[in-house]
């Protein structure tokens, strides 16, 4: 049986028997899936309210990561037993047939509940810094500090000699340096800058929070708009614009990797895979439900809290 979680209703899903894969030929790979989390854009599938239309006989979740099974007579460099992570989406069952070209292979020993949770985030983080035109020496101010994109963003800043200025809608215990969105945020986030131009800015808010934001950049500045937390549309003012030379530009992850084509797309996750390597990832966990129990676990995520609740695709 390979238990699957597909989009039902809107708001609401569906846990159904889908085909079991079939043996590997080729270049596929047979994956027992072994962790997968619900990440925010799983919640905006199943409400309806993602940016692209999801087929409705494909499992849902955007991220996962499973074991090797069993490979066909054309993969030479995986194994049974080797972690791996999907590249695309669907990772919301017990076991996927795969291209070899859509997986990633993790380093040995890697901890498979982590490796769950690298799919968006990091390459999200990595691709907005790409695009935001910063450099050595420049600052970057980005408002939701508290979320795992932000953190993948402080830490890939940190190697790159960009100063990260962090907003919070509200006080947060675990980032007292973090700026308390609000009116008088640009002249704050002057200050936290040090002298350094903040030439970039990443909103995942929208609403009136872009425009404060915006305010916060030096001439010629460009806004990265990735989220709509508020749910609200943005708020500039146009003198921002045609005044100050901002620019604002919308980002959203498929897209941006679709532009690197095949090469660059695995190019780019060798590069994040010996980041992994190098400093192990260690993002916080909040509950393991089985998938079995996939309407309590999307409940759980959805009141929020510290650390990502994971579907146990074993059970």
Known sequence: MNCAVLPGEKGHVRLADAPVPSSPSGNEVLVGMAYAPINPADLLAIDGRYSFDLPHDQPLGAEGAGWVEAVGDAVADLRPGDLVMPLSRGNWCAQRLLPRAHLMALPAGFDSMQASMLRINPPTAHLLLRHSGVRPGDAL???????????????????????????????????????????????????????????????????????????????????????????????????????????IVGFSLRPAEAALGAEGLHAMFGELAESYAADPPSLPVRAIVPLSRVEEGIALARVGGSGRVLFDLTQ
Request: include cysteine.
């Open 141 to 247: 101010i980005q408002n939701g500090a508290g979320s795992v994109v932000a953190h993948w963003v402080r830490t890939f800043a940190a190697r790159m000699d960009i100063r990260i200025i962090d907003v919070v809608r509200r006080p947060h215990s675990a980032m007292s340096h973090a700026l308390l969105d609000g009116d008088d945020l640009a002249e704050r986030a002057r200050a936290a800058s040090g002298g350094r131009p903040i030439r970039a800015a990443l909103d995942c808010v929208a609403g009136t929070a872009t425009g404060r934001l915006a305010s916060c950049l030096a001439p010629g500045g460009r806004l990265m708009l990735f989220g709509h937390l508020s749910g609200e549309p943005i708020q500039v003012r146009s003198q921002l614009l045609t005044g100050g030379g901002l620019s």
